[in-house]
T-cell receptor, first 110, second 115 residues
Framework: SQKIEQNSEALNIQEGKTATLTCNYT??????LQWYRQDPGRGPVFLLL?????KEKRKERLKVTFDTTLKQSLFHITASQPADSATYLC?????????FGTGTRLKVLA | DVKVTQSSRYLVKRTGEKVFLECVQD?????MFWYRQDPGLGLRLIYF???????EKGDIPEGYSVSREKKERFSLILESASTNQTSMYLC??????????????FGPGTRLTVL
């Protein structure tokens, strides 16, 4: 069955460093991959979308890569800030349906 | 600003009760979704709708039904609530532009507790 894996353990990094989160998937060939941010008690908020024929996408301090051979996406936050602390979800889509990972909790230490 | 609203932030119901969760979006989106989110399991799709009166089962439809009588409103119904339906319920909507492969906009969620 289709499966998405994100590191379930929390990631703690120092302010100013680059945070790198990983999303691996199996038994799926998504056309699109998305990243969302979720704060406690709130709904996810869309951050970035990358298509299967794109290798990299950037938005301000965020960068996403998509390697369809490795079946992996990396999500980077450069110059991280305490306000970036949240859970980050990746989601795959090939049709109207989206498959979400369980998310990785990021904590940026001041 | 896109807005997706859900009828309640917190809800407590008893086993066997019929429960209605309402979701309204104001962006004229064709697609609407209901998910539940549980620790360690992530977001799981219950039902989705790509048009008025249209619905399709997601990955975990058992024990749930939905209704979409108007484009902006998508309701989730728990016919007879059970304790294993205690969860965070999230509604989302998206446009059908670009084949539907666009961002989803989520509501704030309803935390349902079934006693």
């Amino acid at each position: 069955s289709q499966k998405i894996e994100q590191n379930s353990e929390a990631l703690n990094i120092q302010e100013g460093k680059t945070a790198t989160l990983t999303c691996n998937y199996t038994n799926y060939s998504p056309a699109y991959l998305q990243w969302y941010r979720q704060d406690p008690g709130r709904g996810p908020v869309f951050l970035l979308l990358i298509r299967e024929n794109e290798k990299e996408k950037r938005k301000e301090r965020l960068k996403v890569t998509f390697d369809t051979t490795l079946k992996q996406s990396l999500f980077h936050i450069t110059a991280s800030q305490p306000a970036d602390s949240a859970t980050y979800l990746c989601a795959l889509s090939g049709t109207y349906k989206y498959i979400f990972g369980t998310g990785t909790r990021l904590k940026v230490l001041a | 600003d896109v807005k997706v609203t859900q009828s309640s932030r917190y809800l407590v119901k008893r086993t066997g009760e019929k429960v209605f969760l309402e979701c309204v979006q104001d962006m004229d989106h064709e697609n609407m979704f209901w998910y539940r989110q549980d620790p360690g399991l992530g977001l799981r799709l219950i039902y989705f709708s790509y048009d008025v009166k249209m619905k399709e089962k997601g990955d975990i439809p058992e024990g749930y039904s939905v209704s979409r009588e108007k484009k902006e409103r998508f309701s989730l119904i728990l016919e007879s609530a059970s304790t294993n339906q205690t969860s965070m319920y999230l509604c989302a909507s998206s446009s059908r532009l670009a084949g539907g492969f666009v961002e989803q906009f989520f509501g704030p969620g309803t935390r349902l507790t079934v006693l």
